[in-house]
Every structure is written in C-alpha cells, then in structure tokens.
C-alpha cells in the first residue's frame, strides 16, 4: 500500500515538478549557445542547474525502486550487492573520495559535472529500448525514463553555458575517449538483460546523485569558500 501511494504521488506531483522546473535548453543541434542562456546570471543559472540535477536525482531514485520492486527477485539484488559490478563511468578520471573532490578545482568540478552527464545520454537511450522488450513493464515506468533521458540533455546544455559563463572558455579536452564507453548486447537471455539493466540503473542513480553534489559544492564556493564540506 505505501509504494502504491508513492507512486500515485510520483504522478500525482510530475506536473507541478515539470511546471516549476526550467529552462536550461541553452544550445540548439550545433551547439550554439542562444543569447537568453548568456543573459541569465551565473547566480541563477548555477541555482537551475542544482536544482535540474536534484530533480533528476529524484525521479532516477523512484524508477530504480520501481525497477527493483517490479524486475528483480530478492536473490537477484544479493547478487548485485555482494558482486564487484563496475560502473561504465568508472573509467570517467573522477576521484571519489570526499577530500578529492574537495581538492578539485572550480574548473574540473564543472567539467566533471559535463563529462558525467554526457556519459549517460547514450546508455538512457538505450535503457529506454530495452524496457520495451520486458513484459508488465509500467508506463510510469517507461515515462520517467523518458523524463529524465531528456532533462539529462537540457542539463548538459546548461552545464555548457555555465563552462563558458564561470571560465570563460569553451570546453576542456578530456583524456578519455567517450566512443566505445558503454557498449551493449540486445541478444542476451532476460535474466542476464535485467541484471544488466539493474545495474545500469543503479549506477545512474549514483552518478546522478554525484552530479548534484559536486554542483552543490560549486555553489558553496561561490558564497562561503571556507565552510564547503
């Protein structure tokens, strides 16, 4: 009854979240940069994309509970939790540690942000065509994957922007190489597609979570340097 009321709330409340969230559609296809995105604050436009990152957080945390609740026995997820699975962003070069990130420049934290959210376009993509091949799967399910597949985007054009904005520079060369990052079988048995998947959803959870803290972090910089933990 609890995770029924949850999610009648989810639905119940995704219209008010859509109302009062923004803009950050800053780039058009060849990424250039529309005059109104240059024209908001640096304030403003740090405090959009927190919260843009927060909100995609929250809806990646419901889908992977509903995800788990629907898909995965309860052996499944001891699996999962007793198992080493590594994350497709871990090859991201991004420190993990708290005091790391703490010791990461305004610039890397930006560029972190960019190279995180860029790193999981492709792979929501495909989360959304592989849910389609499993049967009984919700349309809450399938919509909030939809959802956050494409704020995902609108938070990478906002990133840019702020790049441009905070460092007056476009963007930073990575070392890494973003093609070959995530790769995928459609061909695999259904138990090993949603142990795949499971995972998939896990780690973007996680990740998304860590965009919005090295976001934070920024913000703190930006107002009380000295007492950013």
């Known amino acids: 009854m609890i995770a029924i009321q949850g999610a009648l709330w989810a639905v119940l409340s995704w219209p008010c979240l859509l109302s009062t969230s923004f803009l950050l559609e800053c780039t058009d296809q060849d990424q250039v940069i529309h005059p109104y995105c240059l024209s908001i604050s640096q304030e403003k436009l740090l405090d959009r994309a927190i919260q843009h990152a927060e909100l995609i ?8 509970s509903m995800f788990e609740e629907i898909f995965v026995p309860y052996q499944l997820q001891l699996q999962r939790n007793q198992a080493a699975y590594a994350c497709l962003t871990k090859a991201i070069p991004i420190p993990n ?4 990130v703490q ?11 960019l190279m995180l959210v860029q790193s999981w376009i492709e792979p929501l993509v495909y989360l ?33 922007v702020l ?8 963007l930073l060369t990575t070392s890494y190489s973003e093609q ?50």
């Open 57 to 64: 957080y929250r809806v990646s945390e419901e889908s992977c």
């Open 97 to 100: 540690s708290i005091g790391e």
């Open 103 to 113: 010791q990461m420049s305004d610039k890397w934290l930006l560029h972190s942000v």
């Open 128 to 160: 959304q065509t592989t849910l389609d091949r499993y049967d009984g799967t919700p349309e809450m399910l399938l919509n909030k994957t939809k959802w956050v597949s494409d704020k995902l985007i609108s938070l990478e054009h906002g990133v840019i």
């Open 163 to 170: 790049i441009k904005k905070m460092l007056n520079e476009g």
């Open 180 to 229: 070959g990052l995530f790769q995928y079988d459609m061909q695999t048995d259904m138990v090993e597609s949603v142990m795949r998947d499971y995972i998939l959803i896990s780690c973007f959870k996680k990740d998304s979570h860590k965009i919005a803290t090295f976001l934070k972090l920024l913000k703190c910089r930006q107002t009380d340097n000295y007492n950013c933990a």
